[in-house]
């Protein structure tokens, strides 16, 4: 049987990031890391759809 929620329940609201989660989001060197690792993934992933 489902249990019935009320609105507003503390169950409905996301989690608040922690400080090292906040860090990283705002450390431009780690944003760059990551950008760097996303754009090799997808132009791997173009070469592959375009091999032959």
């Given at each position: 049987m489902v249990e019935n929620r009320k609105p507003y329940e503390q169950a409905f609201f996301a989690s608040k990031p922690l400080g090292f989660t906040?860090?990283?989001r705002t450390f431009f060197f780690w944003q760059l890391i990551k950008f760097a690792i996303i754009n090799v993934k997808m132009t791997l992933m173009?070469?592959?759809s375009?091999?032959?």
């Open positions: 906040k860090f990283l173009i070469l592959k375009h091999g032959n």
